[in-house]
């Protein structure tokens, strides 16, 4: 039962957008009466993501502390998350490009109807690469920041308050007490907002459906199949790889022997905090170091997601085949906005997911109206994302021991 508890928020999501999806095929263009009930959920989700990246992030940035670790492990655990992140991108990007995710003749007209009343449609005048740059992390009033259309900007601002609050110490404690605060509050309003979701969600997808057709609802459950095929690649190969690289045969076979209650206890929880305590006591039973597996898993738990990482590339393919095909964004872009929207936010304890969604839909240049689209796809892949943002760190931990301890690591420690 509490298993199924753990799964009660999803499952009443997933059947609101189903339900949702056979409103909008049967009633046809008449579920638009519903759309004034899914921007209701919408403008709910807007109004709190400014205050949501202040909070969280400043707060995460405050509360980091060095690891009692040397920083040998650190430096290589960093290269490794970023190596394995790079392959989960490369890995989405070739599954989301031989396979159209949705099948859209009128994505102009989505993308117009999506526009929020109100929003900048105007075109920006040329500006060169270091204009750009200045342009996006920064804003020229205070007031600017709080604004969605600053989001990159707003995230430095956040990053560097959190910095200062570190270096006045003690005395930025009462500032902290107050973000704490303000964050638990905030967190209690979006717990209000989420028992409004299924109707909220339902009624946004079955207007969308039922305004641009089917084509919407199979190009979620073809997202979901490609997405749930390539995890399933993805756990069963790359992860082979990676503990092949590590340490042979050998790192193959305990890779094996030991991964599957940290696989099932995140599957049946749906949590890579949750599955935390399991997950380093399955790496040291394959035989990484004690040191190693506690800094590995611990970091990575906030740190690294190959699962999520895996997601924002299907997110943005979504977006990209939804409303105007790969006609004018490289791959190359995709890849990078990708990688900044998972691990620009991977620290965040709460609420990252929005401001990764949030993120892609920025530096995309879509219409933030798209969000719930998002939240829709986060919901029906959420969870063989968590079984790869968990396992990924036993991997990972096996990588950093073998370029820490050498390539015949494993075979020391069974000897030892």
Known sequence: ?????????????????????????IWGEGASVLSPFGDLFLNM????????????????????????RIGKILVTTFIVFLFTSVVAVLVGVVSTYSFKLVDTKNGEQIKESLILDGEDAA??????????????????????????????????????????????KEKAEPFFNFIESSTDVLMNFIKIIMYYAPIGLACYFAAMVGTFGGMIAVGYLKTFIIYLVTSIFFYFVIYTLFAYISAGKLGVKRFWNNIIPSTLTSLATCSSAASMPV?????????????????????GTSFHKDGSVLGSVFKIMF??????????????????????????????????????????????????????ILTIIAT????????????????????TNRFVDGKNWLKKEKHS
Request: glycine share 8%; hydrophobic share 55%.
């Open 279 to 299: 997950n380093i006591e399955c790496t040291k039973k394959i035989g990484v170091s004690d040191d190693i597996a506690e800094t590995t898993v611990s970091l």
């Open 380 to 399: 029906i892949i959420d969870s063989p994302a968590t079984v790869l943002n968990v396992v990924g760190d036993s991997a990972s931990a096996m990588l």
């Open 123 to 168: 075109d920006k005048a040329e500006l060169n690469v270091l204009e750009r740059t200045v342009e996006a992390v920064s804003v020229n009033d205070f007031a600017k920041l709080l604004s969605r259309d600053n989001m990159i900007a707003l995230i430095v601002v956040s990053i560097l308050v959190g910095i200062a609050m570190s270096m006045s």
């Open 45 to 68: 989700l807007l109004i709190v993501v400014v205050p949501l990246i202040f909070l969280t992030i400043t707060s995460s940035i405050y509360k980091m502390k060095q690891p009692k």
């Open 319 to 372: 977006l990209v085949y939804l409303f105007n095909g790969m006609g004018d964004i490289s791959i190359l872009k995709i890849m990078g906005i990708a990688l900044v929207a998972t691990l620009l936010v991977t620290a965040v304890p709460v609420g990252g997911g929005t401001i990764s969604e949030m993120l892609i839909i920025t530096m995309l240049g879509y219409p933030v109206a798209a969000l719930p």
């Open 1 to 25: 039962m509490k298993k199924l508890q753990n799964y009660k928020s999803m499952i009443v999501l997933l059947g609101a957008i189903i339900l949702g999806g056979i409103v909008g095929l």
